[in-house]
């Protein structure tokens, strides 16, 4: 029994948990942290962009006005580092405030799905039976409805407001969402854990959050991060088409389409200059979804 | 045995599963799948009832529906005097800290992403949401002691260990809310030899010293021997056999019991190349169609026409010793 007393006062060995574990594969990712480093970036740009330069995304250059065409090209000289816009207005601080928007929306979208998508499948998956039948039966129904004709709707009978854009993107971006949870936990609740937990009495929504949830974080946190991009995607494919984000909102969908319109002018840094972010920045989210992939893929083990 | 009264008393419990046949539709009545059909049994405190059969005789379905894990046909199941199966929800939480359970697979019986320490605590903080911090801490590390992991380990998670020290933090999980009742669903099948000895030997420093019962649950004779009071043989869902286990192993009564003891390999290759081993006719019968009368008829040396008409009841034969035949 000495060693026993011994071990009372000695120190509390610290755990590897298999999130640090995985933290570890990830850092050797260079891709993946390559990518990480650009996000980062890039939403350093989104909160902070705005104090780089003295032009708000409001004002109109009136000097500069009368001839976008040769003046308005990016310069030092004038302090509009990326241009100006068809309108007159700084094209920096027009980026700053598009990346604003479209990171925002396809984070949300992703949490949403995250929240919803998690819970809905685990419940589903879970309890199993009718109950089962009946929810997935409900995500079948709503994938069967083709989503950007609702959106299309929704965003002509409200009006086109962002918080409709939100509305829209939320009702469809949970559904995969949930068809993945649900997949995950069928196989998840035969495991002995699950049933250990049942023996011991714990609660139905107890298991779901203690037990079931957190081992499917691996795989929802993995197919987030690719979901991320595609919000983002399908925003712009909508503000593209004129009814998403509207003046004097933007978002990289829509300075996209403004600079698209005055190609022929030959003001290509309009397209440009959203376009290299719009790129990087999708380019870096499916490097990181990847990388957290095989991070968290217990095969590679 | 004395007179005493007993803990668990299970009497004719049925389990029984419906399966879809092939190609059914949706209005078709399923197929009932006989896992448990009829099994009664006491079980007195402090003993030890070892349960054997081949796979799929329904011994873990059986442990299963006394902690009413799964649904049960009929029948019932007596515990200090309370049907269990009548019982409600919140009735059934009030019993399921007197019985716990330890599973086959040590590893993935334990959340990987949790610690061991909130793995063994949570049984405690489920019963008693009100015990402090502190006391939860160290009632965990005793128990950790106990089952003798190094308490300075609690937070690690279980891949970090071996699978017979995983086993031992499952014991340590089933033993912190002090149970009356251990039921373990086959602890030692997954582990290697020389673990399966310390595992089983630590169950039984562990029962006298709280005074548990254990159902034990294996298909490992050797293993039940060593530490059972008493063996019930399940066939096919039917208990074929209860008796006191020096008897089964010296004087099994069932042909069924006969059959699995003589297959029990000898240490000794001179003996067991002498032993004979009763060797049994065709395949287990599938529960979905059971075999009429006596379960065992099909593939019994000694079957005769009675057998095929009516069930053999389970009969006293002296010496503490229950079978369950028309012929022996």
């Given at each position: 029994m000495a060693h026993v007393t011994n071990v009372e006062t000695a120190e509390v060995i610290k755990g590897r948990s298999l999130w640090q574990d995985a933290r570890a594969r990830f850092f050797r990712n260079k891709a993946a942290v390559v990518s990480l480093v650009i996000l980062i970036l890039v939403s350093l740009f989104a909160l902070f962009?705005?104090?780089?330069?003295?032009?708000?995304?409001?004002?109109?250059?009136w000097n500069l006005m009368g001839d976008v065409r040769t003046l308005g090209g990016p310069s030092f000289e004038t302090k509009h580092y990326f241009g100006l816009d068809p309108?007159?207005?700084d094209l920096f601080a027009r980026v700053v405030q598009g990346t604003q928007i479209s990171l925002m929306i396809g984070i949300v979208g992703a949490l949403i799905s995250v929240v919803v998508g998690t819970l809905y499948g685990a419940t589903a998956g879970f309890i199993g039976g009718r109950l089962d039948n009946i929810m997935m039966r409900i995500v079948d129904i709503l994938m069967a409805i083709p989503y950007m004709f609702v959106l299309i709707l929704l965003l002509v009978v409200f009006g086109r407001s962002i918080f409709m854009l939100f509305v829209g993107i939320g009702l469809i971006s949970w559904l995969d969402m949930a068809r993945i949870a649900r997949g995950q936990t069928l196989s998840i609740k035969n495991k002995e854990f699950v049933e250990a937990a049942i023996a011991t009495g714990v609660s139905t929504p107890k298991i779901i959050i203690r037990h079931i949830v957190p081992n499917l974080l691996g795989v929802v946190i993995v197919y987030a991060t690719l979901l991320v991009p595609s919000m983002i995607m399908f925003e712009s494919f909508i503000s593209f088409l004129g009814l998403g984000v509207q003046e004097p909102l933007t978002s990289w969908g829509a300075l996209i389409n403004e600079g698209a319109g005055q190609m022929r002018y030959g003001t290509l840094w309009m397209l440009g200059f959203p376009l290299f972010f719009f790129l990087i920045s999708l380019f870096a989210f499916f490097f990181f979804g990847d990388g957290l992939r095989d991070a968290l893929d217990p095969k590679d083990r | 045995m004395n007179a005493q009264s007993p803990l668990l008393s299970v009497r004719d419990l049925k389990v029984w599963f419906d399966i879809k046949p092939k190609g059914a539709m949706p209005w078709t009545a399923p197929e009932k799948l006989k896992a448990v059909d009829g099994v009664d049994f006491d079980l007195m405190p402090g003993e030890t009832l070892g349960i054997v059969g081949e796979?799929?005789?329904g011994k873990s379905t059986l442990a299963r529906a006394i902690m009413r894990m799964v649904p049960s046909e009929a029948g019932t199941v007596l515990w200090l005097g309370d049907d269990l199966l009548s019982l409600n929800k919140q009735g059934m939480r009030e019993h399921r800290k007197e019985m716990q359970m330890i599973f086959q697979d040590p590893l993935a019986?334990?959340?990987?992403?949790?610690?061991i320490g909130q793995i063994v605590a949570e049984p405690l903080k489920t019963h008693y949401p009100d015990v402090s911090k502190s006391e939860v801490k160290t009632r965990v590390r005793e128990v950790l002691d106990r089952v003798g992991i190094l308490p300075n380990m609690i937070n690690r998670y279980p891949h970090e260990f071996s699978g017979g020290q995983c086993q031992r933090i499952g014991i340590a999980r089933a033993l912190i809310l002090k149970p009356q009742l251990i039921i373990c669903d086959?602890?030692?099948?997954?582990?290697?030899v020389s673990i399966q000895a310390q595992v089983i030997n630590l169950l039984m420093d562990i029962q006298e010293e709280m005074g548990l019962s254990l159902i034990f649950i294996a298909h490992d004779l050797s293993v039940v021997k060593h530490i059972s009071t008493r063996v019930m043989v399940l066939y096919l869902g039917n208990v074929v056999e209860i008796s006191e286990a020096e008897q089964l192993y010296r004087a099994p009564g069932h042909p069924y019991t006969q059959a699995l003891i003589s297959a029990v390999p000898i240490p000794d290759p001179k003996a067991h190349a002498e032993n004979e081993v009763m060797l049994l006719d065709a395949d287990l019968p599938s529960p979905l169609n059971p075999p009429s009368g006596c379960v065992f008829r099909t593939r019994c040396p000694l079957a005769r026409s009675v057998c095929a008409e009516t069930k053999p009841p389970l009969t006293d034969r002296g010496n503490a010793q229950q079978v369950a035949c028309h012929v022996i």
């Open positions: 962009g705005g104090m780089l330069t003295p032009w708000s995304n409001e004002e109109i250059d309108l007159g207005r | 796979s799929g005789c019986s334990l959340n990987p992403r949790m610690t086959e602890p030692v099948s997954a582990l290697d």
